[in-house]
């Protein structure tokens, strides 16, 4: 199943991450891609041409509202447990975060080390 199922996500996106814990929970093998946010691929684009957005879950012949109902379901009831809720991350919190982190890396000097963002975004997140 795993050839039929492909998640179209980032690293950094909780949204993503919620799939990613949704498909894992209810044993659903799949592969994932990672997506370039500036560089999005002609997949994306046509698999999401109006929003063109992460994630996107893309299944041969598959729609995960029409054919998975109980699934959608459990995973808003996941994100209603104060359990799952409070292990991620607000999403606009951590959005406004990369933008305001981002435009102080654009108007330093010196480009930031992948190593450095990442913890720094990991040291910000865990103060959520």
Wanted: hydrophobic share 40%.
């Amino acid at each position: 199943m795993a050839e039929e199922v492909l998640l179209l996500g980032n690293w950094a996106s909780p949204f993503a991450n919620r799939v990613c814990i949704a498909l894992r929970e209810k044993g659903l093998e799949y592969e994932s891609r990672e997506e370039d946010l500036d560089n999005k691929s002609a997949l994306l684009l046509k698999m999401n041409p109006i929003h063109k957005q992460i994630p996107e879950t893309i299944a041969a012949n598959f729609n995960i509202g029409e054919e998975c109902p109980k699934l959608v379901e459990w995973a808003k009831r996941c994100m209603q447990r104060e359990s799952v809720s409070m292990s991620l991350a607000d999403q606009h919190k951590v959005y406004e975060y990369i933008l305001e982190f981002m435009g102080e890396i654009q108007n330093q000097p010196h480009r930031c080390r992948k190593d450095q963002f990442c913890n720094h975004l990991l040291i910000c997140l865990k103060s959520f």
